[in-house]
């Protein structure tokens, strides 16, 4: 019997480094990508801000920060974070990249990572395609509703 080999690109996750942090801010700059994410910074170009940010993000030790890797790029990066008293995880994926596969591969390592339960996902309501990853892995959703302002 023949062994297949899978060809596709392998998805990692690991702990964030500086040298990510340009792609992120490129990542960030992307209105469509920003209209879906269910909260974003008002100053996406504001590297002051971004920079602290990070900084702050990294160095909290209630926080679990990744990126997420993608056939050796810098895919997007996930977390987990509290919010009024209930344990929250967000990612963000470049779109280049969406319906592959890469964030529900990402979410499942990182859920091996994150081991606090409940978890809970915020989705925009009208992004449907996030919707199947909270599905996947039990995470009690929570729906946001879309902000008034439409992408640029």
Do not use: N
């Not at 997420?68 to 994926?93: K, N, S």
């Amino acid at each position: 019997m023949k062994t297949q080999h899978s060809t596709a690109p392998v998805v990692t996750i690991r702990k964030v480094q500086d040298r990510d942090l340009e792609a992120f801010f490129g990542q960030q700059q992307d209105p469509d990508a920003r209209y879906l994410a269910a909260f974003v910074t008002d100053h996406p170009d504001d590297r002051a801000a971004f920079d602290r940010h990070w900084q702050r993000l990294r160095t909290d030790p209630e926080l679990t920060v990744r990126i997420i890797v993608y056939a050796g790029r810098t895919a997007g990066h996930l977390g987990a974070f509290d919010r009024d008293g209930e344990r929250e995880v967000t990612y963000w994926l470049d779109r280049a990249i969406w319906g592959r596969g890469v964030a529900t591969e990402a979410l499942r390592q990182f859920l091996e990572v994150e081991q606090q339960r409940p978890l809970y996902a915020r989705v925009v309501e009208d992004h449907i395609a996030s919707w199947p990853g909270t599905d996947s892995f039990s995470l009690a959703r929570r729906v946001s509703t879309r902000p008034v302002a439409a992408p640029t």
